[in-house]
């Protein structure tokens, strides 16, 4: 393998050399990231829609959060309130999961939606959104995989299967209120 560094004074095919070709590449994607701004200025506003589900994700992780900390801090009393509550939260994030994908398949056909998008917001919904919804199952995965860590081989490794909620509600979000560019006709 060769590791030995490039001279950046090389020309490209295009007859650039490197670092013009990298400089150019750099200015047309902060171009990109400039006219997407824009879009979501245009059309969100200063105003987040989907209040809504934000709260129902952040409730849950409140309770989730809650329901963990007990218990970690006294099992036999929690482990079932805990159990009960991880199965619950899981299965309801498998509903919403499920509605998620039927609702995005019929707006996929009108609008070029994918998987970062539609699940982790990437270029589709405003910053204050995404930091609530993906702050929210930031959360949930992190006191999941504490919990289980800090007892494991217990009930509480059900907690993990808890964040499907959050992931589940962010791609409600999306598929709802996301912002997404027109789909390409016969692609």
Known sequence: M???????????????TAAEARAEFEAQREATRAQ?????QEHFGDT???????????????????????????PDAFIGLFFGVSVVLFFAGCAAFALVLVLAAARSRDDAMGIGGLFFLAGSAPRPAQLHLLGSLAVQVLVAVVAAALDPFTPLAFGTLVPVLPLALAGLWAVRHGMFDPATPGA
């Open 36 to 40: 997407r701004e824009a879009a979501m």
């Open 2 to 16: 060769n590791t030995a560094r490039r001279d950046p004074t090389t020309r490209t095919r295009g007859g650039q």
């Open 48 to 74: 987040v829609p989907g209040r809504a589900i934000i709260a129902v994700s952040w409730a849950s992780t409140l309770v989730f959060t809650v329901v963990a900390a007990l218990a970690v801090a006294d």
